[in-house]
């Protein structure tokens, strides 16, 4: 007979990229005393859970944008990273810049890591979620493979979606690359083509210097309404300043207290960036002071300008575009993309907003279910501060979590790994029993533990078929007992 003393929670998390790796990470990391890890299930169709689309498909020449030393797994260790880097031949100074297929390599250690010494905690099972619907006191997870998984808590882990390709309607072209970062999007160039660039960030950065790389005679314009490009990091690195202090509330008052801020490092020479860094810790308690009118002006007249000088190039890819500009392979320029005479056309915008449709069936079904709800300004998903989902009524569910860009809306700063990795921490620390609870049961199972449940009935959940019997998680739950004869259900290949 199980008993609760015999149980702990199930989490599964979906997506097996950036995001989803670090919130495994944390939630089986730290002592036995901050009450035990929960069993967690890795849902991504990838066969090598880790590099997901940012480092998976980055060519060689592509750096991180952060330096190394604050890109560590686990929020309490942010130099795991450099170290590993060093034990596998390839020395890191903190301050560098890596490539990011280099930190795509070190995410699938990590949880190539934890799949393979820690298999009564953690499985990875090869599949896409399809629909996330919570039933009763548990939440059922169903899988395009036919599976259906019970769990008492899921993390959604997305990462970003691709471009929403509307910025190339109009525009006359050969070829039209709707989202550069899929296989095979940069193959339609030709040596001598004019290629436009709609976009000036960094995903725009990435795709020129890769272009001009295949294609030294090429001719490339980047476009946007703006024309501005990302800022570079400083060669040496400037530290972080103590923030800003608003004298006033709202946006203006933000406002003001950065630009005394930016103008008093001007007058010590000191870097801007020390400025911003001194901010970036800040920016969603300030974002959440705001309100949504404050937040609503923030995007319409400031986000872009912010992104300019907070998403920065490395020194060396700085220096690699300007010498495109100078010998007029690239050209930057404010405008319209269909000012711009093309043989081929591709949307390097970056993402569109987490919450738009069609771009993932299982965002789609949140919606459509109520699950889930699009936050007040249609960036991201609603959640509260820790990341919980809000449902279309309003109301905050304590069993689905969100990481990553579905936050934004909510949280600013919330897509890079620095942030995620905090994120993931504090669900982790939500998903754990307390000390004192983990004392009063002599095993270390805390209240959220439950008795061993029932499977729902097929009938009761939209998405299960006939037949499936997600299993009870146990302390110790062989594969067999999450997804019975499930021959994927497995670590890496």
């Known amino acids: 007979m199980r008993t609760r003393a015999h149980l702990r929670d199930h989490v599964v998390v979906v997506g097996g990229g950036a995001a989803g790796v670090l919130a495994a990470a944390a939630l089986l990391d730290g002592p036995t005393a901050a009450g035990p890890v929960p069993f967690v299930t890795l849902v991504d169709p990838a066969a090598r859970p880790g590099a997901g689309l940012a480092y998976g498909r980055a060519d060689a020449h592509h750096l991180l944008n952060s330096p190394a030393g604050r890109m560590g797994a686990l929020e309490r260790d942010p130099g795991g990273f450099v170290r590993w880097s060093a034990g596998s031949g390839t020395p890191l100074e903190p301050a560098a810049f890596a490539p990011r297929r280099r930190y795509g390599q070190y995410l699938q250690h990590v949880a190539a890591t934890l799949l393979e010494e820690r298999p009564r905690d953690l499985t990875a099972v090869r599949a896409r979620a399809t629909l996330v619907r919570p039933q009763g006191t548990a939440v059922v997870v169903s899988l395009d493979n036919g599976w259906d998984l019970v ?3 899921v993390v959604l882990a997305l990462g970003n979606p691709p471009p929403g390709g509307g910025v190339l309607d109009g525009v006359a ?9 899929s296989p095979g ?8 083509d004019r290629v436009t660039l709609v976009g000036t960030g960094l995903t725009a950065v990435d795709v020129a210097t890769s272009l001009a790389r295949r294609h030294p005679t090429v001719s490339i314009t980047m476009v946007s309404r703006h024309g501005l490009l990302p800022a570079a990091h400083p060669r040496t690195p400037a530290g972080a300043g103590d923030g800003i202090v608003p004298a006033a509330p709202g946006l203006c008052g933000v406002l003001a207290a950065f630009s005394r801020a930016w103008h008093e490092a001007a007058r010590q020479g000191v870097p801007w960036q020390h400025v911003v860094d001194g901010v970036r810790p800040q920016v969603n308690d300030l974002w959440a002071a705001l309100g949504p009118a404050g937040r609503e002006r923030f995007v319409e007249r400031c986000s872009r300008r912010w992104e300019v000088l907070r998403h920065r190039m490395a020194p060396s890819v700085a220096d690699e575009l300007a010498g495109l500009v100078r010998s007029g392979v690239v050209t930057v320029r404010a405008g319209r993309a269909a000012e711009v005479p093309a043989d081929v056309v591709m949307d390097c915008t970056g993402p569109r907003p987490f919450a738009s449709r ?12 109520g699950v889930a709800r699009p ?9 509260d501060d820790d990341g919980a989902l809000v449902d279309q009524g309003g109301a905050t569910g304590p069993r689905l979590w969100a ?12 897509t890079a790994v620095p942030e995620i990795r905090q994120h993931a921490a504090r669900i982790a620390t939500l998903l754990r ?4 609870d983990a004392a009063t049961q002599g095993t270390g199972v805390g209240p959220r533990a439950r008795v061993a449940r029932r499977s729902p009935s097929p009938a009761a959940v939209p998405g ?3 037949g499936v019997r997600p299993a009870d998680v146990v302390a110790v739950p062989s594969v067999e007992q999450l997804v019975p004869a499930a021959p994927q259900a497995r670590g890496l290949d």
């Open 151 to 153: 769990a008492d808590h």
């Open 173 to 181: 072209a050969r070829e039209r690359v709707a989202d550069p970062w």
């Open 185 to 192: 999007a940069l193959d339609p160039v030709g040596p001598n």
């Open 358 to 369: 069609g771009w993932n069936d299982l965002v789609d079904a949140l919606l459509d279910y």
């Open 375 to 383: 936050d007040a300004l249609g960036i991201g998903l609603d959640v």
């Open 403 to 414: 990481l990553g860009p579905a936050r934004r809306g909510h949280q600013w700063e919330s």
């Open 433 to 436: 029993p307390a000390p004192s």
């Open 464 to 466: 299960v078929g006939p």
